[in-house]
Each structure stands twice: as C-alpha cells, then as structure tokens.
C-alpha cells in the first residue's frame, strides 16, 4: 500500500485575513518563504535584556563583529598572548563585569596562545581566523555595541602582554578602535 505525502490546500490559506502585514497571504502569488537573514535579525532582536533592539536599523558594530573583523583582515597570523588578552577584554566588555563565557572565545584564545609560544614550527600554529571567526557572534552577546571604552580596555590588555611592542594594526585592540570610532559616528 503506497501512502502519499500529506497535501496542504494553499488555497485554504490564500483567503485567510491575518492582522499581521508583513505575513499576508496574497491570491496565486506565491508566498516568499523567510530567508537566514530574516531569521537571524528577528533572533538578534529579542537578545540582550529584554530590550527588543530593531537589527535592521541598529548599524552599530557589535563586539563580536569586530573580532570576526579581525579574522577577516588578518587571520592567517598565529594568536599571540596579546590578542589573547585584547580578546579577553572584549568578551569581558560584552558579558559584563565579573561574567565569564565557559568555552568561549577567551578562554579559546588563550590556550592557543600558550599553545602557539611552545610550537616547533611556524605552520603548528593556530590562527586567530581559527579561533574567532565564526565564534566571537556566535558565542558572544550581540547587543552590546562597541565603545571607546571597549576599545581602551582591549588596546591596554593587548599593550601590557606585549611591552615592547605597540598595538599591531588590524589586530584586536585596532579593530575594536575603528569599530567604536565607527559607532561614534553613527551617532552624530
């Protein structure tokens, strides 16, 4: 005995008045299914303190986004113990005081770093695309926007693990510096 897929009448539906718009089922046209952006803005919206922020109009850069900024511009280059520690800012900056992510981006960077200070070779290391990319606006709150003060916080923990060094452009600290000057300006 051959048992068929259930069928659903769509004219059924197509006559059916609904009070929301943005969801109205239209005669013979057919209706255009949700894409993976629409879901992710509609998820991205109800996140946070129960504050409900509109993703569509809200063009600030949020925290996780600028680590991924820095994946993009230079993930080929090994985690140093300073991005580690600018990572580890940023997330505390994203969380609040005193929260930690177990798991997370931080933690995930700075065992690669202790792992990338004792590898033999140059291509044993971990990259820092490796570590956040993907991760940082996946595991990271995406309500917290970037501020001067996030930016601080990441260049002074990325200065003090490497002294001698001065913050590396298009790395953690500098990012997260265009990422709130940016969000600066979007407010003027």
Known sequence: MEQGQPRVDCQ???QTKTSNQARVFE???????RDADELNVERLAHVGCGDVVDEEY?????IGEALEAVAQAVGDHP??????AAIRAAEARAV???????GGVAEQAEQV??????????????????V???NATAKLPMDKAVTREDAAAAVEAEAACAPSEATKPYRVGAALTE???????ESW
Do not use: C, F, L, M
């Open 12 to 14: 059924a539906y197509a």
């Open 27 to 33: 005669g013979p046209e057919g209706v255009t299914p």
């Open 58 to 62: 809200d063009t600030k850069v949020k």
């Open 79 to 84: 985690v140093e113990r300073s991005d580690a």
């Open 96 to 102: 609040g005081p005193g929260a930690t992510i177990p």
């Open 113 to 130: 770093a202790e792992s990338n200070a004792t590898a033999a070779h140059d291509e044993d290391k971990v990259t820092i695309a490796d």
């Open 132 to 134: 956040v990319k993907w």
């Open 179 to 185: 990422a709130a000057r940016h969000n600066q300006e």
